[in-house]
């Protein structure tokens, strides 16, 4: 072969396979998202839009990885959980979430229009980078999922009543955001409820909770059709 | 916080540095592009549009990261080169190859429209899988570059004689492919100026050799306005 | 300081930190055991003084490494597994791996003299190498330890009919190895039993199911002592 | 196979090759040496016997694996050099590693008794710990060794000094430290100098310089011998 005598570079691709026997969680991030939102005029504190379209995406990147079981999106971020067992392209980390980074990406950046018909797109364009994480146990996947949904819980929280004081209040952006520093979840709920008349609890879950988004993994044999079972389904848990 | 307890989980995230002093190389490959070709009708042996989406995708990806100093690109693949020195990320092989995955996608997938206006993208859409290599020496980068382009010639020659065959010979894909089987460069070369005409040398460049986008990464004293070298040049090797 | 211009080259050190939540089994391996056994003239098939010098060498470990809860030895093998929650070292590989190594080598070098008081060691002195594997559940952890024990067994069985053939049947090495090529289990019972009147289930456990040294991990209330459960205990499961 | 259900388990043994192309340096320390150098009673503030027993296991070593080019010690560590297109045990970090730290270990605890006749070991016995570490460029070696040499000079013009002053100056521990807290080189040779009249400068070089073990890496064709170039040469640098 003519390029034989080249060859040698391959040997410096080093093996970057996961320890087998562990969930993979690969987790993406929307890349520089708070510059984003003002330049497409996000709803605040949260865009439907925007989330149903993370949605969205996660769920095509579901269909094209029947490997993965479980997805938890919330704001610019969203975590995707293969099996244990799973043998996916060998485990290879870089494999693994760039195939999910990459099939996000294209679903969010060409489904935009279906969601923001009146602010197209223009340079630059959105994009994510993403991480590969094991977890070897049962617990640690659920403390996992819990961490992020804590996160979702407390931001939410704290942005609720921060543009509540800016858009009904009234308020300066920093002085929301000093009447805000140093007070603890029951503050703010008062805040929202005593000032605004908002009960926290009723806002909408998928903005408290977030989205989940799983596969039925063990379908049972009553189903008539178990080929359905490999649809993702999506719920924003309560 | 109410999250605190759960945080423990951010330990099993390991470091995944990349060694410093090497030249990083992230190459980039089309997910299924045989598929993808025969669904949107390409141009065989060679769609000058497809190219042009490459690299002007890879352009956008360059623009973003100016880190890069050098990008290499042959039919549905892209190989971007980090300077020895870069430390974007801290050399994080995860984030480094996301972040170009992710925009190298992006772009790909809504610059689609501009050259393939008549066949729009329908599910599932395009997408790209990638990792990062690490190079010591120039000359391993030299090397792997002339591994990359002698790869681009090996299969330019075999794909523009087996389409000559098939398209102006009127063969059978597998009667050209058998016919193929065994041949050198020379038979190649030989059938298509002896039976159809054709001379390989007068094909595109950007055909034979692949397209290359750099930054003037010293650029000289004289230069008027050296912020212009910022941008990448592209250019198909002769 | 005079070195601060020469201390960049530490950030090449790249992290080695193995998967928390994991047990870390660390396995050495005697280097050239074949050619050791040959000089220093061992018992076939098994050298009692070998195995305890072994076990020796284990025990020193153990006590040096608190962290340690089990450890398994067979020929010239030996595999030290810490818990799941251990975080010496803040679990790097390389110092776990080498810390053991030193001291089981250490130990075995210095207390040869005890078991093989007329065969000084010259060089090149015995040695070991060794590596670290995670396994993340409590089956993974069994099925390794049911894996070195099986090798021990299998290798035990062929050994001992081997050497019954060669110092019993005045058999040529080679002329014993063709004899066993191609048998099964019951077929070296058989030829144990029948040509040499051995029964093989009579043989030591040392031999036929290798050394076990764990620790009491988890001392009941009940026990006078609790300090003693840090001194490992050794034993040839049956 | 009677362990074949087992076997799953080697597919945890994860790959840990090193970057080809890169010089690789194995560096070792001695475990809790401060606590040895007064359990046996060291010369202070340099044991000529400590480091000549260092020395000889560094020399062991080499004559043991002839892929290493050069090494260099001072005080309680080594550091061995492997070249650049060394592929000895496929580059694999834990195998080079151990395998190093082992043969050292063993060369030191035996020749112990050489360097100190009166001073039996006893448990728990000396042992190392190591580390591999790629450095790409010879320029990167050369910064390593002189980290490690001007490490090798500020120790022991300080432990000079500070000795003197215990030793000889009658200073008690504590009253020494605190004397030299806060002084720069001048100032510690000028105490030696002025309250000891002991002239730095003519101190051994082994004991300001450090030790350097080397390969003639390439045998000139007048060579008589070129076999003996196998053996490596020590030398103290000036």
Redesign the interface.
């Known amino acids: 072969?003519?390029?034989s005598?080249?060859?040698?570079?391959?040997?410096?691709?080093?093996?970057?396979?996961l320890?087998?026997?562990?969930f993979v969680v690969v987790r993406?991030d929307g890349?520089g998202f708070t510059k984003l939102t003002t330049k497409y005029n996000f709803v605040k504190p949260n865009d439907r839009r925007a989330l149903d379209l993370m949605n969205g995406a996660a769920e095509?990147v579901m269909?094209?990885l029947p490997d993965l079981i479980l997805a938890y999106g919330q704001s610019d971020e969203f975590s995707f959980v293969f099996h244990?067992d799973c043998m996916l392209f060998e485990r290879?980390?870089?494999?693994l979430?760039?195939?999910i980074?990459?099939?996000f990406?294209?679903?969010?950046?060409?489904g935009w229009a279906k969601y923001f018909p009146d602010a197209p797109?223009t340079?630059?364009?959105?994009?994510?980078?993403?991480?590969?994480?094991?977890?070897?146990?049962d617990t640690?996947l659920r403390?996992?999922l819990?961490?992020r949904q804590?996160?979702c819980?407390?931001n939410n929280l704290y942005n609720t009543t921060f543009w509540a004081l800016v858009q009904q209040g009234g308020l300066e952006n920093r002085v929301a955001e000093k009447e805000l520093s140093g007070t603890v979840?029951a503050d703010k709920n008062e805040i929202l409820f005593k000032r605004f008349g908002i009960n926290y609890n009723n806002e909408p879950d998928i903005f408290k909770k977030g989205s989940v988004l799983y596969r039925d993994f063990f379908p049972t044999s009553t189903q008539s059709s178990p080929a359905a079972s490999k649809s993702p389904i999506i719920q924003h848990p309560t």
Chains 1, 2, 3, 4 share one sequence.
């Open positions: 072969m003519a390029n005598k080249y060859q040698y570079v391959r040997n410096f691709e080093l093996p970057d396979n320890l087998p026997g562990t993406i890349r095509a269909k094209d244990k290879r980390a870089s494999k979430v760039t195939t980074v990459s099939t990406t294209a679903n969010y950046v060409l797109l340079a630059p364009l959105p994009s994510f980078d993403g991480r590969a994480v094991c977890y070897p146990s640690n403390d996992y819990s961490w804590a996160d819980h407390i979840s």
